[in-house]
C-alpha cells in the first residue's frame, strides 16, 4: 500500500506480516516463551490514564528535548534491533537516514546487518547516533569496539544487561530448524559470518559491576546499562557513575513475565525520589511495547521532572523499513510527532517539561 494510506504504527506492523519472509517475520515479531512479557509491555500503558487540563492555550505545543546532551525533534528515538537487512536491503543505513532527516537520534545494534562504519557513513549531519554494546568475554574485543564507536563519532554506550542467555523464542527456533537459517544470530554466540566456536562468546556471561566500572573508565561518552529492571539496580547504576539505565526486558525477547517497563518506572522513580538519590539529570529511559503519542507521554509524565526520560521504540521501526526504508522510518515518525502535538495539546501541555505525575492516574496500574 501506499505511504500515505498508512495511519498508526500498526499499519506498519500488518504490512511487515505480510510482506516478510515467515522467517523474518517470527524472528522480528516474537518474544519469549509465552509472550506475557511481550503482550503486557504494550498493555500496561492502558492502564494508566491521563488527567488532561482544560482551558490552556496550547497553540505552539512544542515535542523538541535533548537526550543525554543532543538535540531531538522528539522524545523518542529508535531502539537497537539486529538484522535490519531482513526486512529492507538497505538495513540499517536506510534507519539512519530516514531518523536523522526528521531529527531523531538512533541507537545502533552490536548485531547490526551493516557495518559500524557503513551506518555512521549513512548519518545525515548533525544527526546524533549511540552505540548498542554486546560486552565480549574478551576484553581487548571491548575496547577496540568502543574505541571504534567513538571514532566514528557515537555520543553514547548503552550496554545491554539483560542477555547473559539467549531467551527461549520458541516461534523462531522453530523456523530457524524449519529453514536451516543460522543467519539471525542476534542477540547472541557469534556473529554471523564470523568462525563459529573459533571465537570467544559475544556475550559475556560473566558481565559483573566491575566489569562496568572498567567500561565506563575506558570511555569519555556516557554510558548507560540497558535491560535494569529493578529499582536497586538502577541505584547501583547510580552508584558506579552510569549515565542512565534504560528500563526494558529486551522486548519481551529475553525472561518471560519479566514485568512492564512502564510498571517498573512507576515503582521505581518515587521510591529513588524518596531516598534523594535521583538528580534531574539522571536518565532513565524506557523501551518496549511504545505504539502511540500517548505512550510517551505518559512515561514522561511518571517521572516528571525528577529525572531525564528518553523512550525507544524497537520493532516499530523494523516494521517500517520494512518494504519502505528511509521513507517508511520518516513517516514512522511524522505519524508518532503528529499524535504527540494532538495529545499534548489536549493534555493542556505545551512543552515536554511541563509534563508531571498530576497528568496521570497511575491507580490501576500500581494498585492505590
Ligand atoms: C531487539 N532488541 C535488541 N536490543 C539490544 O540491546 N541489542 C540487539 O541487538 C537487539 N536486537 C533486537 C532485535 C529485534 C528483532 C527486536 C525486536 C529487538 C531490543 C530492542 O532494543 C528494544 O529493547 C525492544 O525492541 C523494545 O521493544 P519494542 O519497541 O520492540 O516493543
Request: hydrophobic share 35%; charged share 25%.
Amino acid at each position: 500500500p501506499a505511504l500515505s494510506r498508512i495511519q498508526n504504527i500498526y499499519d506498519f506492523e500488518h504490512i511487515a506480516s505480510r510482506v516478510l519472509t515467515d522467517v523474518a517475520w517470527n524472528y522480528y515479531s516474537c518474544g519469549a516463551e509465552d509472550e506475557i512479557t511481550l503482550r503486557e509491555n504494550h498493555y500496561a500503558y492502558q492502564r494508566i490514564y491521563f488527567r488532561p487540563k482544560c482551558c490552556v492555550d496550547v497553540q505552539n505545543v512544542d515535542t523538541s528535548t535533548t537526550l543525554l546532551g543532543s538535540e531531538t525533534s522528539v522524545p523518542f528515538y529508535v531502539s537497537a534491533a539486529a538484522s535490519a537487512k531482513l526486512g529492507h536491503d538497505d538495513g540499517e543505513c536506510s534507519i539512519a537516514r530516514g531518523a536523522g532527516k526528521e531529527g531523531v537520534i538512533q541507537m545502533i545494534s552490536s548485531f547490526s546487518s551493516y557495518s559500524l562504519e557503513e551506518i555512521a557513513e549513512a548519518r545525515i549531519p548533525g544527526a546524533t547516533q549511540w552505540f548498542q554494546l554486546y560486552v565480549n568475554e574478551d576484553k581487548n574485543i571491548v575496547k577496540k569496539t568502543i574505541k571504534k564507536a567513538e571514532d566514528l563519532g557515537m555520543k553514547a554506550i548503552f550496554v545491554t544487561v539483560d542477555a547473559s542467555s539467549r531467551g527461549n523464542r520458541e516461534k523462531d527456533i522453530r523456523m530457524r530448524i524449519t529453514e536451516d537459517h543460522d543467519e539471525l544470530d542476534d542477540d547472541h554466540s557469534v556473529r554471523a559470518g564470523s568462525t563459529s566456536g573459533a571465537m570467544p562468546s559475544f556475550i559475556d556471561k560473566r558481565l559483573s559491576w566491575d566489569e562496568v566500572k572498567e567500561i565506563i573508565s575506558l570511555t569519555k561518552l556516557p554510558v548507560l546499562l540497558k535491560g535494569v529492571q529493578r529499582t536497586d539496580d538502577i541505584e547501583k547504576a547510580i552508584d558506579i557513575g552510569c549515565q542512565g539505565v534504560v528500563l526494558s526486558n529486551h522486548g519481551g525477547r529475553q525472561l518471560d513475565t519479566s514485568p512492564p517497563p512502564i510498571e517498573v518506572m512507576a515503582e521505581s522513580v518515587p521510591i529513588l525520589k524518596a531516598k534523594g538519590k535521583l538528580d534531574p539529570n539522571f536518565n532513565i529511559f524506557i523501551d518496549g511495547g511504545v505504539r502511540r503519542g500517548t505512550d510517551i507521554l505518559k512515561a514522561l509524565a511518571i517521572a516528571g521532572q525528577d529525572c531525564k526520560v528518553g523512550v525507544g521504540l524497537g520493532r516499530p521501526f523494523l516494521y517500517a523499513n520494512t518494504g519502505y526504508g528511509e521513507k517508511g522510518v520518516r513517516k514512522a515518525i511524522q505519524i508518532l510527532r503528529e499524535e504527540l502535538k494532538a495529545d499534548m495539546r489536549l493534555l493542556g501541555v505545551n512543552t515536554l517539561d511541563q509534563l508531571d505525575s498530576s497528568y496521570i492516574d497511575t491507580r490501576r496500574l500500581i494498585g492505590r
